[in-house]
């Protein structure tokens, strides 16, 4: 039984830089979620889509933010122009519908700006 | 607007104490679900546990037992015997029950279970 991934696990990269981030989620589960968690503090959720369909941003996802799920598989979020403060673990998870479904994470991708 | 207040930070004890980690909860929703989830150090979060609103129920699993309380909006956890495996930061969930399932968190519990 394969669980969510998530790929790199870790990336150091220069502020300025661009950065992407892939999740595969549990390959039946038609939602996905992007959160980011940042040390001391519980994850906070971003984005979410139904199958290929995003239907909800927060605002925390600021027009560096981009998140894609093209064919309903898998997914990216790439954040351009880097800067210290996206310094994060960013988590993804996949579920079920209906709503209330239990959501299920991967191990995350750590992310350090300098 | 959905609030998960997890009033405990940090929790030290000895290995085979009894341990119990508040939650506290504050939504509009008339109908949601409360989870438990599990983040060791490798990161990932575990899910323990998910209970909904109309089911107050309390629940045991092994060592784990969960106090739901809807007067309160209170859901507690508790584990029994401690040990050192259960050391990790403990989160406490709250999902509503619409058109989406996306998750509030608390800030999370660090327990250490000392041998």
């Known amino acids: 039984d394969t669980g969510v991934s998530q790929d790199p696990r870790h990336k150091i990269t220069k502020r300025g830089q661009n950065v992407t981030f892939r999740c595969d989620p549990i390959?039946?589960?038609?939602?996905l979620y992007w959160y980011r968690q940042t040390l001391g503090q519980g994850p906070e959720f971003l984005t979410y889509f139904q199958n290929e369909a995003q239907l909800e941003k927060s605002r925390l996802l600021s027009d560096r933010f981009s998140a894609e799920r093209p064919k309903g598989s898998f997914s990216t979020l790439e954040i351009q122009r880097t800067e210290q403060g996206d310094s994060a673990m960013y988590l993804c998870?996949?579920?079920?519908?209906?709503?209330?479904?239990?959501?299920?994470f991967g191990e995350g991708s750590w992310l350090t700006v300098v | 607007a959905q609030k998960v207040t997890q009033a405990q930070t940090e929790i030290s004890v000895v290995e085979k104490e009894d341990v119990t980690l508040d939650c506290v909860y504050e939504t509009r929703d008339t109908t949601y679900y409360l989870f438990w989830y599990k983040q060791p150090p490798s990161g990932e979060l575990v899910f323990l546990i998910r209970?909904?609103?109309?089911?107050?129920q309390n629940e045991i699993s092994g060592r784990y037992s969960w106090n739901f309380q809807k007067s309160t909006s209170s859901f507690n956890f508790t584990i029994t015997a401690s040990q050192v495996v259960d050391s990790a930061v403990y989160f406490c969930?709250?999902?509503?029950?619409?058109?989406?399932?996306?998750?509030?968190f608390g800030k999370g519990i660090t327990l250490s279970v000392r041998p």
């Open positions: 390959s039946e589960h038609n939602r």
């Open positions: 969930a709250l999902s509503p029950n619409g058109a989406n399932s996306k998750l509030t």
């Open positions: 998870a996949s579920s079920l519908n209906p709503s209330g479904n239990t959501i299920y």
């Open positions: 209970r909904n609103s109309f089911d107050e």
